[in-house]
């Protein structure tokens, strides 16, 4: 199945069953699940998928404070960061993160790139954050965002944690 979508978790497991309970079906293929997605778990044996990590959804952010305080947000936290952005320069300088209550106020506090910050980081990475499928924490271990104050990935990683994968079940 090429694309598929359900609004409910009980409307999904019945559409799975109906697709996957055939009598003389050994195989069933299908495209485009989340790493999380309830099928996986639904299987009664796991071992026995075959998958592949594709490029599925795509985000930038053009203005990092719309967007930072549009989402939700898991945890509070207090966290400075300093963005360089060579495509939307205005998107450059020092960014300070309060959440409360699940609710983010986002304030430029600098137009220096290269100011002090608890963390630095490029708007790719910022953009791969965003909808909280990889965590601040797993690309400051990867060398991409660069942890000035101990502890503030972390932070900022719970706060930006997704209950669900992010996914687009079609394409476009």
């Known amino acids: ?8 978790p009980a ?4 559409l799975w069953a109906t697709l996957t ?18 099928l996986l778990y639904q299987l009664k044996d ?10 599925n959804l795509w985000v930038r952010l053009l203005d990092v404070k719309a967007a930072l305080e ?4 898991f945890h ?7 963005l360089t952005d060579k495509h939307v320069p205005a998107n450059a300088g020092v960014w300070r993160i309060d959440v409360r209550g699940g609710d983010a106020e986002v304030t430029k506090v600098s137009n220096d790139p290269h100011g002090a910050a608890d963390l ?10 965003y909808l909280g499928g990889t965590s601040v924490e797993a690309l400051t271990a990867a ?7 101990p502890g503030q990935a972390r932070e900022l990683a719970v706060a930006m944690l997704s209950p669900v994968a992010p996914l687009t079940n079609w394409d476009f």
Do not use: W
């Open 143 to 149: 060398g991409l965002v660069h942890e000035h104050t």
């Open 70 to 73: 549009a989402r939700e947000y």
């Open 120 to 129: 630095s980081m490029d708007a790719r990475h910022l953009s791969t954050i």
């Open 46 to 55: 796991s071992r026995g998928i075959r998958s592949k990590v594709i490029d």
């Open 21 to 38: 309970d055939f009598d003389l079906v050994g195989t069933t293929h299908t495209e485009n699940l989340a790493t999380d997605d309830p």
């Open 76 to 82: 509070d936290c207090a966290v400075t960061f300093a």
């Open 1 to 8: 199945m090429r694309e598929h979508g359900s609004l409910t």
């Open 11 to 14: 409307a999904s497991q019945r």
